[in-house]
Structure formats: structure tokens, C-alpha cells
């Protein structure tokens, strides 16, 4: 069965950064666009950024300039790197097969001083 698997959350001060892994089993890694969602409290799940086959990627106008997907084919894993976090990122953060029902467990992300 298809199961992904996210790591690297955790609580980080305004500015700081935090990389988010992503591991994949079930799919085939390669064939498939990634992304990434998040959802703080009270508020809809959304979308963050997007990582296509060939490498083309979409980011949310939010976290643009501040967050960078990739994805390492041969380790069937994506990654988000999130930079100069502010405390609005602050949200549980979901990797998703584009387009499909396929979810992660979710990683807590908090951003506080």
C-alpha cells in the first residue's frame, strides 16, 4: 500500500529554517507529482508548493521566495526547505501524491520566540 512518511517538524524562532522530508513507498516516486500542504488551526488545508515529474515546481504566493521543494527520486523523497519562517507558518504540514487521496501522517511546524 501506498505510505508517506514526513519528518523534520518541529519549533523554530521567527527567521530560522526547518527542512521537511517526505518518504514514499507503494508508488512509483519517479512517475508522480509531490506536494505539499499545510493546515493551521481554524483555517483549510492548503496548498504550499508543488514539485512536478520533470522538476517544474509551483509555490504559494505566501511562502514564495521562502520555501523551496525538491525531490531525490533515488530515495523516493521530497523535501520542503523552509526558510525565514515566519509565525504564520505555523500549521501541520502534509505531504500529498498530487491529486490523489495519498496523505502523510503530518509533522507539527511551529514558529515562536
Known amino acids: 500500500q501506498v505510505q508517506l512518511v514526513e519528518s523534520g517538524g518541529g519549533l523554530v524562532q521567527p527567521g530560522g529554517s526547518l527542512r521537511l522530508s517526505c518518504a514514499a513507498s507503494?508508488?512509483?516516486?519517479?512517475?508522480?507529482?509531490m506536494g505539499w500542504y499545510r493546515q493551521a488551526p481554524g483555517k483549510q488545508r492548503e496548498l504550499v508548493a508543488v514539485?512536478?515529474?520533470?522538476?517544474?515546481?509551483n509555490y504559494a504566493d505566501s511562502v514564495k521566495g521562502r520555501f523551496t521543494i525538491s525531490r531525490d527520486n533515488a530515495k523516493n523523497t521530497v523535501y520542503l526547505q523552509m526558510n525565514s519562517l515566519k509565525p504564520e507558518d505555523t500549521a501541520v504540514y502534509y505531504c500529498?501524491?498530487?491529486?490523489?487521496?495519498?496523505w502523510g501522517q503530518g509533522t507539527q511546524v511551529t514558529v515562536s520566540s
Open positions: 507503494g508508488i512509483i516516486f519517479s512517475f508522480n507529482a
Open positions: 514539485i512536478r515529474v520533470g522538476g517544474s515546481t
Open positions: 500529498n501524491v498530487h491529486m490523489t487521496d495519498y
